[in-house]
């Protein structure tokens, strides 16, 4: 299974770029609680399914990472699937949190970080996209989304993003 090239570079400065990703096909379950435990939580399920707790017992490649979207509810967290499959032939979950999306065509801001992913680092990070952004004369037209690459022993050393979706 061919995992999708995400997203090519459409500008770069310093921790900032904008890309343009491709149509992308994601999972996501809806968890709640507090940032940390509902990054636990969520990555735990999507890890299961992707180790093949599904119906038909097979193990999805997949990127180490995670996505997360604060909702009125409580947290997305999503991780994008293999472009060889469709939402029609995803194996079917055991159980009914996960859910399947096809994420559209989209340019997106992004701020590369290092460091522990928390929510305060989150909202902080957000503030200094925001502003470059404003500076770049770049409109976001979504909510902020973390994106949080594989679990680091050092939380020091782990790379994070924040993404949100714009529009030049």
């Known amino acids: 299974m061919r995992l999708p090239k995400m997203y090519q570079i459409l500008n770069k400065e310093n921790a900032f ?3 343009q990703y491709n149509n992308l096909p994601l999972a996501k379950v809806i968890v709640t609680g507090p940032f940390e435990s509902a990054y636990l939580t969520g ?3 999507l890890m299961n399914y992707l180790k093949g707790n599904n119906y038909k017992k097979i193990s999805i490649a997949h990127r180490s990472l995670f996505m997360m979207v604060p ?14 499959f469709t939402l029609k032939s995803l194996p079917r979950p055991i159980g009914d949190n996960i859910q399947f999306e096809e994420l559209h065509s989209r340019k997106v801001a992004v701020h590369r970080f290092r460091g522990k992913s928390a929510y305060a680092t989150m909202m902080r990070r957000s503030e200094e996209l925001k502003n470059w952004a404003h500076q770049t004369h770049l409109t976001l037209t979504s909510s902020p989304r ?5 679990p680091s022993l050092l939380s020091f050393l782990r790379k994070n993003e924040i993404h949100f979706d714009s529009i030049q």
């Open 146 to 150: 973390i994106v949080i690459y594989g």
């Open 71 to 84: 909702r009125v509810e409580g947290w997305e967290v999503s991780c994008i699937l293999p472009e060889d």
């Open 17 to 19: 770029e904008i890309r």
């Open 43 to 45: 990555g735990s399920l």
